[in-house]
Structure formats: C-alpha cells, structure tokens
C-alpha cells in the first residue's frame, strides 16, 4: 500500500531550528529510499516541509519511520497520513460503456 506522510512545523519552528538535523533527515530519507521504502520525496510548494510516498503495509508502519526521523526526534515536525490502494484495475470497467472515452483524451487543449 502506499502511504503519503507530509510535516507540519510545530508552532514558532524556524528554519534556523531546523538546520542542525537536516544533514541527518535527509541521509536518512535517502537510506529509506534505497531500500525501496520511500518511493517519492517532495519538497512542500504551499508551506515548508516535505510530502514523502512511503510503500509499505500500514500507516502504523510509517508512523515508525517519521518518528525515528531526526526532526521528529527534536519534536520539531507534525506528521499527517494518507493512505491508500491502487485504482481497480481495468478502470474503464466501472464506467458506463456509453461514456466517451475516445481521443483526444486531454480536451482542454486548443
């Protein structure tokens, strides 16, 4: 199952709080990444923090793994997760056989 987790800073966290564990964040993320654990990391667009897509059994499980990072160890980080299956394969099943689904797919374009 894929699981996304995305951070929060707690209240008043400062970027200069974090700097000292983000060496560590980071290489930890890359060690859960080459394990296969991590599948996606992104950097948060709308506010600080990160969006990581963990593959694994249970949001539990997830939850293990953002604790033991370094800025949740300091207490600096909120954790929030998401969890869910692939789309039901073939897609096209569930839907009505009149809808039309024919080329071009994309019909925003000009």
Same mark, same amino acid.
Do not use: C
């Given at each position: 199952?894929?699981?996304?987790? =995305? ?6 966290? +400062?970027?200069?709080? %974090?700097?000292? =564990? ?6 930890? @993320?890359?060690? &859960?990444?080459? *394990?296969?654990? @991590? ?5 948060? *667009?709308?506010? /600080? ?6 593959? &694994? ?7 293990? =793994? +953002?604790? !033991?990072?370094? &800025?949740?160890?300091? /207490?600096? %980080?909120?954790?929030?997760? %998401? ?9 096209? =099943?569930?839907?009505?056989? +009149? ?6 797919? !994309?019909? +925003? *374009?000009?």
């Amino acid at each position: 199952m894929k699981i996304i987790a =995305y951070d929060n800073f707690k209240p008043g966290v +400062t970027i200069d709080d %974090l700097k000292p =564990y983000l060496r560590d964040e980071v290489s930890n @993320v890359w060690r &859960l990444w080459k *394990a296969g654990i @991590v599948r996606e990391n992104y950097a948060r *667009a709308d506010v /600080g923090g990160v969006i990581i897509v963990f593959e &694994l059994d249970s949001v539990e499980a997830a939850r293990r =793994y +953002t604790d !033991d990072f370094p &800025l949740s160890k300091a /207490g600096l %980080l909120e954790w929030h997760f %998401l969890a869910f299956d692939a789309a039901p394969l073939p897609l096209e =099943y569930l839907f009505d056989p +009149t809808v039309d689904i024919a080329q071009p797919w !994309d019909r +925003t *374009a000009a």
